[in-house]
């Protein structure tokens, strides 16, 4: 920089060094906002075939047909994933050398848990049912009875000693295990695997559908908790932890 003049300093240069950045991100979204508006005849073509076979899916949802049905081995993969995910967290999880209680949770979370808690029940239960002829289905219900599971986490509410200890795992494994043996037992009826038809693939779906939101809960809360039930035992049962998230 020169004496007694403004000179243009590296800081300066930098917001021209983002305009090539920039400018391949506007093309990029610019791409992207197109090929949604104007996706072009050659895109309805999945569309009617999806449409063409609801009747044999065994639901009036497009979106629960596909993902269900036609395309079951994806949501069977994402159900495994969120499994994984469990387990990869309950092993990284490390017991705290300090084991100090923690203050109990507030009088606004516990009402908001109270309030909240059973309307999330409510929700998650109709967006189950609500599933199979428009928007709903298992993950949007397994997505809430996540939440309401964080809720309860979060104050430590007595109503997690309802659920036992040893049935956190079953319950974790219920909805992949059960999608699995489902698209077995069709290869065993002489189909292929996943491929079921009506009239038995509207009851062939509830029970997935049931079974995947019960489990994708457990999950998104055992996600959030980080902690393996059995390590409870060793780290003392009066001791409440917010952040940790016991299931006791």
């Given at each position: ?58 639901v009036g949802s497009r979106v629960t047909a ?128 996943l491929e079921y038809r009506s009239p038995e ?48």
């Amino acid at each position: 920089m020169k004496k007694g003049g403004k000179g243009r300093t590296p800081r300066d240069n930098r917001g021209w060094r983002l305009l090539p950045v920039m400018a391949l991100l506007l093309l990029f979204l610019a791409a992207l906002a197109r090929a949604y508006l104007f996706p072009g005849a050659s895109a309805a073509g999945l569309a009617a075939r999806v449409d063409a076979s609801l009747a044999a899916g065994g639901v009036g949802s497009r979106v629960t047909a596909v993902l269900l049905n036609f395309r079951a081995y994806d949501t069977l993969l994402e159900c495994f994933v969120l499994l994984l995910g469990v387990m990869v967290v309950w092993s990284l999880w490390r017991p705290d050398g300090a084991k100090s209680r923690e203050p109990a949770a507030g009088a606004i979370l516990a009402s908001l848990e109270r309030l909240l808690v059973p309307l999330m029940i409510m929700v998650g239960s109709y967006l189950l049912w609500a599933g199979s002829d428009r928007a709903g289905g298992a993950f949007q219900a397994g997505a809430i009875l996540g939440g309401a599971g964080v809720l309860l986490l979060l104050d430590s509410s007595p109503l997690l000693k309802v659920f036992p200890k040893r049935g956190l795992v079953p319950g974790l494994c219920l909805g992949p295990l059960f999608f699995l043996s489902v698209g077995i037992a069709a290869m065993a009826w002489g189909g292929n695997f996943l491929e079921y038809r009506s009239p038995e693939a509207s009851l062939i779906i509830i029970a997935l559908e049931g079974a995947a939101a019960f489990s994708i809960g457990l999950c998104l809360a055992a996600l959030f908790g980080g902690r393996p039930p059995e390590r409870q035992a060793e780290d003392g049962r009066d001791q409440p932890s917010r952040n940790q998230g016991e299931f006791r």
